[in-house]
């Protein structure tokens, strides 16, 4: 719906002026890539290798939990929040046209960071690069669905930064369960098991449904 | 109401509590095994407080009745109560039979993120201000949590693996003699949520009439 | 052309135990412009909000038209200009009002985005981010955007406030000239002197309720005793 379209342009308008988001989401994936590296006995062998999926992973939760709270924040200065819920539509398409921009803004992040990830930790992406990348988007579908409704939620509360992790975490558990072990099967060369990604389409559908249908009370006041 | 299901509870606890006693010792556990009759029940208990939550949350959206989302905390509030005593007592039967407080398998993982669904769920209720926003918020999330939990049973059925908690919902999985008294240590565990959400329903209705005498914001 | 009729019946709003709004009655003709006046706290934004399908009631009604306040067909022909701008800083002026012609669906959002502009005399800084804009030129980009969709009712909250004079008289000449086309406004002010030039039905609110209303042209001096009067009888 051209609505949802309207707000992923601006959305991304937004960050392409600030550039606020994108900026501390790598930063905040950089320095975690250090940690772990630090973390981690003798570098890049193959014990840090196995693990290096599960890292990513949360590599990726963490900086998305940055820029997932920024998605609301922005909404509140003047209260251009009312001048999105005056629009005469379904307000899940509002929710729509936010996780796609976040979606995108998420996904430049988790490139560079997967980047690193595979200098640091000695791993060959660049022939698993498209199954990476379906598993990654397919994951980072869910996580924004839900993270972009949540942050609708935790943004109208006291200690939204806290709120927000507090929210999304236990939610989230099977779709990152899933991501986790498709991206461990991909990466050792096996075959990707097939109800990892039918866990992770589940869920971005279920998911995807029932925030559209729902957003409507977060905005009602 | 809350005084007759006060007095069946009363009942079914000492019921139970003497067919756990009469029921005879597992042959490979020995004593420990008697705990279940504790924590099976408390698992089941913190189902049916979840069940309770996501259905005062549906009815709260659908009819926006006040009465629905006291419902909803009630559930919440038992719920967790009954989740945390799983989590305890499921670590003492752990240990004394496979020798580890703790392990990774599915079921357990399901219940601590249960777990984490509740306290969620009651934090997000106390950091919201304005007490029809906090019912609206706490709804739309409570509903979500529900959605999350056939997922994670999902999740469970898939990667199946390293399952070391016994399936004990199985006939036949249980000894001879045992039938009886965990049947009735479930039930028992079912009419004490129900008895609790009532009283807990009870308190919050007095609450909210004696915060409206004194003219204030009662404060969730 | 604008058929606005608006109707609440029965209106309650609650917040926890604080009723903002406590059994409102009102009813609205199309092109009036009705002065909505009363203390801090009365409930007039409460009700604007609950116009303009921003809030919902906890009891009662309220329509325009027939069509409930909430649903899209009452959105559509609602303009709603708030205490906040509703402009997003990073945006320049232009890029604001394209981008709520967009919400609102319209058919050339750019052009109608200019034409705005240019009629509130702002063409040249439309480029400028809003961000670097001072109240009153904010304030004017806030009525082009809840003007965007050319809505046949509009709702103002306390618009008059923080405007330099010269400001407050275009936008009271502006929102004259609405009126006599047709639209229907409801106006929140405490400028009980630009209330009274414009508006020929005034209701006065206080604790939720309707203390004094009262249909017909007003004089400003006349206006101010009544609403003191008002205020002072309300239990």
């Known amino acids: 719906m051209r609505v949802a379209a309207a707000i992923f342009w601006k959305d991304l308008l937004i960050e392409w002026r600030s550039r606020d988001r994108i900026v501390a989401m790598l930063l905040f994936s950089l320095l975690t890539v250090m940690v772990f590296h630090f973390s981690l006995p003798g570098g890049a062998t193959a014990q840090t290798q196995a693990m290096a999926p599960g890292l990513l992973w949360i590599a990726y939760v963490f900086s998305a939990l940055f820029g997932l709270g920024r998605s609301f924040s922005l909404e509140l200065e003047n209260d251009a929040l009312s001048g999105l819920a005056l629009a005469p539509t379904d307000r899940g398409w509002i929710l729509l046209g936010k996780v796609a921009a976040n979606l995108v803004i998420l996904g430049v992040a988790q490139a560079v960071t997967a980047l690193v990830f595979a200098l640091v930790f000695d791993l060959s992406l660049l022939p698993v690069a498209p199954a990476l990348a379906g598993i990654v988007v397919l994951g980072s579908l869910g996580l924004c669905t839900v993270g972009t409704f949540f942050s609708a939620i935790a943004v109208q509360t006291r200690f939204r930064e806290v709120m927000l992790p507090l929210l999304l975490l236990p939610v989230l558990w099977p779709l990152l369960s899933a991501a986790v072990r498709a991206t461990t099967a991909l990466l050792a060369g096996e075959p990707v098991p097939s109800e990892a990604i039918q866990l992770l389409i589940v869920s971005d559908a279920t998911y995807l449904i029932v925030s559209f249908l729902s957003f409507d009370f977060i905005l009602d006041d | ?220 | 052309m604008s058929r606005a009729h608006i109707e609440a019946r029965g209106l309650f709003k609650r917040f926890g135990h604080v009723e903002a709004l406590a059994g409102l009655d009102l009813t609205l003709d199309a092109g009036e412009c009705l002065a909505l006046l009363g203390p801090n706290g009365a409930g007039k934004s409460t009700l604007l909000r609950i116009v303009a399908g921003l809030a919902r009631p906890s009891e009662g009604s309220l329509s325009i038209d027939g069509d409930a306040a909430h649903e899209r067909t009452a959105r559509r022909r609602i303009g709603y200009i708030g205490h906040a701008s509703l402009l997003y800083p990073e945006l320049s002026a232009r890029e604001n009002l394209i981008f709520a012609g967009r919400l609102y669906d319209l058919a050339d959002p750019p052009g109608r985005a200019d034409e705005l502009l240019s009629e509130e005399g702002l063409s040249e800084v439309s480029q400028r981010l809003v961000s670097g804009f001072s109240r009153g030129m904010a304030q004017r980009v806030a009525i082009a955007r809840g003007l965007v969709h050319d809505p046949d009712v509009l709702l103002l909250d306390e618009p008059f406030t923080g405007l330099d004079r010269r400001a407050a008289r275009r936008l009271e000449s502006r929102l004259d000239a609405l009126r006599r086309s047709g639209h229907t406004l409801i106006l929140v002010t405490h400028d009980l002197a630009s209330a009274a030039r414009l508006a020929q039905h005034v209701v006065v609110l206080s604790e939720g309720r309707t203390v004094y209303e009262s249909r017909g042209p007003l004089e400003p001096d006349s206006l101010e005793r009544t609403y003191v009067d008002a205020l002072e009888d309300a239990p």
């Open chain 2, 1 to 220: 109401m809350l005084r007759w299901s006060g007095a069946v509870l009363a009942l079914m606890l000492v019921a139970s509590g003497w067919l756990v006693i009469q029921s005879p010792l597992d042959a490979m556990q020995g004593v420990i095994q008697k705990i279940l009759y504790v924590h099976v029940p408390c698992a089941f208990a913190s189902y049916a407080g979840f069940f309770v939550t996501a259905l005062g949350s549906g009815l709260y959206l659908w009819k926006r009745e006040d009465r629905y989302d006291r419902l909803a905390l009630a559930g919440a509030e038992v719920g967790v109560v009954f989740c945390t005593l799983t989590l305890l007592s499921g670590p003492i039967w752990a240990k004394g039979t496979w020798g580890q407080w703790w392990v990774w398998d599915p079921r357990l993982t399901v219940t601590l993120l249960l777990w984490f669904l509740y306290l969620a769920y009651l934090l997000l209720r106390s950091f919201t201000e304005g007490s029809e926003r906090t019912a609206r918020f706490a709804a739309v999330y409570g509903l979500m949590g529900a959605t999350a939990i056939p997922l994670n049973y999902y999740a469970i059925e898939l990667f199946g693996g390293a399952a070391m908690h016994p399936d004990n919902l199985e006939r036949g999985s249980l000894g001879q003699g045992m039938g009886l008294p965990f049947l009735m240590s479930v039930l028992t565990g079912l009419v004490a949520v129900w008895y609790l959400v009532v009283a807990r329903l009870d308190l919050e209705n007095l609450r909210v009439q004696s915060a409206a005498r004194l003219g204030g914001y009662p404060r969730t």
